[in-house]
């Protein structure tokens, strides 16, 4: 793909739009620009110019910039991407948001709240809870990441079971489209039926079909009595073929969070703490939610009889604290022990994640592998962590990554799964995109591309090469 050069006085032109102040372009400072999550440097790409927008307007301006001059425009929130979506392998204009961070409005009465997109999803979490409510979106990395970067990635995390990932919290979007028109897309509706859902188009489309400006999100009163209870199991097929038995004896858990024993291990290694039953196996973290004590009592003696019949060895109710302290360490956990690592975010239908963890298990130890398994078991979305080992070198190991990869995705598909559960397609899995997506379907997505961003100026080359 070939792009003009932002020139001095294109740049000219991007700090007469958001200040002088809100431009970078000294190689330092824009550096950490230059990547996301992913630690390989072979997917760090530097950017020419970072600008922070201050508003939608701007935003329009510069992507309307960007369509006459010819230059690639990436939209940023926090960086905390794992596909490298907000790369910019073209160079040109990485766009933050991060100054865009308000919370402008939060309607207790009508339950929703009106974001920019550089809010930090806890800062959100936060700010419901101090009304006495409830923003359900709970990806891991809620520390960190923004609202914006969540609506983009249609991000899940641990309550994704019980309401569903980001998409499912969202009521409107006010977008810049890839040509520069600021769009007020969706309704803070609980139904319609009026033509295309665009604003669903937009959610997960990884930066490529527009620039989120703000969102309107649902909030709802914060549950008042939840539980979490933590089952231990020496089989991990075992104790992922529980979820479905949990959800037909009636109980919908807000979290089914599974840990394999050796992750627990290097968890454990990485806060320097002993976890709850990590001598014993591997680990189902199930939150429950209640109308009151009685009620969450009896969802854990049923869910302890479950789990138990499901080959248990201990049901504990969980220091909740520590328990969810250790499951969102695993990605520092295993950064801890390399920086040369395969991250896989596959999901497959909920019932066939038993069969999915056994082939991963099986194929990790035919390409002599090293992995660390984290899985949201409650929706099938297994987070596969390959290390470096350490008696083989680069070359060797990165052949039977790539090996396992290809049988892997294989079977991934074959069990009616996809390439990622969350983390989006970015840069770093259009390849594996473009292999295993239905043609048609493929076409389809390349098709809306290409109408809605002629020019190809908002994040080009991520999800799919545009020939
Ligand atoms: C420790 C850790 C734990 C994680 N846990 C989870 C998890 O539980 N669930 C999960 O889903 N993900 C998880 N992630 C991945 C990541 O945090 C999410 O994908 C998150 O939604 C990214 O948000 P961000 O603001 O950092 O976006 P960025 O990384 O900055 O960008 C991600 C993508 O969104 C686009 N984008 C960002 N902002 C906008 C905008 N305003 N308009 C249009 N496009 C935009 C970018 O171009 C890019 O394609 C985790 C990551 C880490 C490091």
């Known amino acids: 793909m070939k792009y003009e050069e932002i020139s001095q006085e294109t740049l000219c032109k991007i700090k007469s739009i958001v200040g002088e102040k809100n431009v970078i372009t000294d190689s330092d400072m824009i550096q950490p620009y230059s990547h996301d999550e992913v630690t390989d440097p072979a997917y760090h790409h ?18 309307k910039l960007a369509n006459e001059r010819h230059f690639p425009v990436v939209p940023r929130g926090a960086g905390t991407g794992l596909a490298c979506g907000a790369v910019p392998i073209y160079g040109g204009l990485v766009l ?18 009106v974001v920019e997109p550089g809010v930090r999803t806890s800062d959100l979490q936060a700010a419901a809870e101090a009304k006495g409510l409830f923003y359900a979106g709970d990806p891991c990395s809620g520390d960190s990441c923004f609202i914006g970067g969540n609506i983009a990635t249609n991000a899940g995390g641990n309550r994704a079971v019980k309401y569903g990932t980001t998409r499912h919290q969202v009521y409107a979007i006010e977008i810049v489209s890839p040509t520069g028109t600021i769009m007020n897309l969706g309704a803070r509706l609980q139904k319609q039926s009026t033509g295309y859902c665009l604003d669903q188009l937009v959610i997960g489309s ?9 969102a309107t999100v649902k909030l709802l009163p914060k549950p008042q009595f939840t539980l979490d209870l933590l ?16 959800i037909r004896a009636g109980i919908m858990p807000t979290c089914v969070e599974f840990m394999d024993n050796i992750t627990i291990r290097s968890v454990e290694r990485y806060l320097n703490e002993k976890l709850q039953g990590s001598e014993e196996g591997n680990y189902l973290i199930i939150q429950v939610e209640g109308i009151n004590e009685e009620d ?19 049901v504990l109710v969980a220091d909740s604290e520590k328990i969810w302290r250790a499951r969102k360490s695993f990605a520092e956990a295993v950064r801890a022990e390399s920086l040369i690592v395969c991250k ?14 056994h082939e991963i298990l099986l194929l990790a130890k035919k390409y002599n592998l090293i992995t660390r398994i984290a899985s949201h078991a409650g929706d099938g979305n297994i987070h596969l962590n390959i290390i470096k080992n350490e008696e083989l070198s680069y070359e060797v190991w990165d052949k039977n990554v790539k090996d396992m990869q290809q ?48 020019n190809n100026i908002l994040n080009p080359g991520k999800i799919f090469d545009i020939e």
């Not at 990884?206 to 703000?214: N, S």
């Not at 295993?436 to 109408?451: C, G, Q, R, S, V």
């Open 231 to 246: 089952a231990v199991f020496h089989s991990v097929e075992d104790a992922i073929g529980v979820v479905n038995k949990v």
């Open 296 to 314: 969450l009592d009896d969802k854990a003696v049923t869910l302890d009889e479950i789990c138990t019949e499901n080959g248990s060895s201990s």
């Open 344 to 357: 896989e975010d596959v999901v497959a239908p909920v019932d066939k994640e038993p069969q999915l963890l």
């Open 206 to 214: 990884e930066g490529t079909l527009g620039i989120i400006t703000q």
């Open 46 to 63: 530097m950017p020419e110019v970072v600008a922070y927008a201050e508003s939608a307007q701007q935003t329009a301006d510069l992507v």
């Open 96 to 113: 933050s948001l991060e100054k865009m961070n308000k919370i402008l409005e939060i309607n207790e009465d009508a339950l929703y709240a």
């Open 407 to 454: 049988e892997l995705y294989k079977t991934i598909y074959a069990l009616g799964g996809r390439l990622s559960g969350e983390h989006g397609i970015g840069y770093k899995r259009k390849h594996l995109m473009e292999e295993f997506t239905d043609p048609n379907e493929l076409e389809w997505m390349k098709a809306i591309k290409k109408t809605l961003d002629p």
